[in-house]
């Protein structure tokens, strides 16, 4: 820290695997000073077919080896983990948590183009994150006369994880798996797994042109806004950014899904950690 103001240490932020990148993405282009340290679970991956009880350690073991390299605030860019893991890591954690679900819920409430309030929303996301709840929770806490219609979709996140994203099978995939929301008259779909932006393209396909889709990167980037400078001192002015790559398995792998599908950023050192 160079004085009272300002705090040269990275932010935090982790994932199950490749899906957080999208929010980093998002949160590095905002603040071009600030540096961040990426950690994938990839060991672990998915989380989003596991209890509750399993998410909240990881989450807790990934946040601790994040704290344990001096992270000044740290934000949770797994839906899964921010939906069964955010409760016990803010009662933990000496830093700053930022979770996706909540500023997700606050762009979905606005996001009709007449500017008023969407009357039906639908979110997808993992059978854990959809099981938890936490969605049709946050969004009630907005505006409880919004209608929450929640598909899980178990098949996204290998696909992205393997990569098969241009692969003609993706289209039959999600067209299928989203069948049941065809019928639904959604205004906004909430895109609640940070793997899925990366498969934006064919969901706007596929939902139609009427439906906004909803992805929580930029809202996020908006929420970590509101913590600099508040709860989370800023980077000094004119800071070179660092980005920093960690993961729990597999680097190489890990580094060309992401540099295949993440174009935003560059993905060079990855370190290989135990947690
Ligand atoms: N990207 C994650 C999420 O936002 C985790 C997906 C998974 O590991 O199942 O939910």
């Not at 639904?184 to 396909?205: F, M, N, S």
């Not at 009427?210 to 508040?230: N, P, T, W």
């Not at 660092?242 to 890990?254: H, N």
């Amino acid at each position: 820290m160079d004085d009272q103001r300002h705090d040269e240490r990275p932010i935090g932020l982790f994932d199950s695997g490749v899906g957080g990148l999208t929010v980093l993405e998002a949160v590095a282009r905002r603040f071009p000073e600030e540096s961040f340290l990426y950690l994938g679970d990839t060991a672990r991956v998915p989380y989003g077919t596991k209890s509750a009880r399993t998410v909240e350690r990881y989450t807790l073991q990934v946040a601790d080896c994040l704290l344990r390299r001096g992270v000044k605030g740290l934000v949770v860019a797994c839906n899964t983990a921010s939906a069964l893991g955010l409760a016990a890591l803010r009662a933990q954690s000496p830093v700053p948590v930022i979770g996706v679900i909540e500023p997700g819920c606050r762009a979905a409430a606005a996001a009709r183009p007449d500017g008023g309030q969407p009357a039906r929303v639908g979110v997808i996301g993992t059978r854990s994150t959809v099981a938890s709840g936490a969605y049709p929770y946050h969004l009630a806490m907005l505006d409880p006369s919004i209608q929450v219609i929640s598909l899980a979709c178990p098949l996204f996140v290998p696909l992205v994880e393997e990569g098969w994203v241009d692969h003609p099978a993706v289209r039959m995939i999600v067209t299928d798996t989203l069948t049941p929301l065809f019928t639904q008259r959604l205004d906004a779909l909430i895109l609640g797994c940070t793997h899925y932006p990366v498969l934006k393209g064919v969901i706007a396909e596929t939902m139609g042109v009427r439906v906004a889709l909803i992805d929580s990167s930029a809202a996020v980037a908006d929420e970590l806004s509101r913590h600099l400078g508040g709860l989370i001192a800023p980077a000094p002015r004119g800071a070179a950014q660092r980005l920093a790559f960690l993961v729990t398995d597999v680097a190489d792998r890990f580094k060309e899904t992401a540099t295949r599908f993440i174009s935003g950023i560059a993905v060079e050192a990855v370190e290989v950690v135990d947690l």
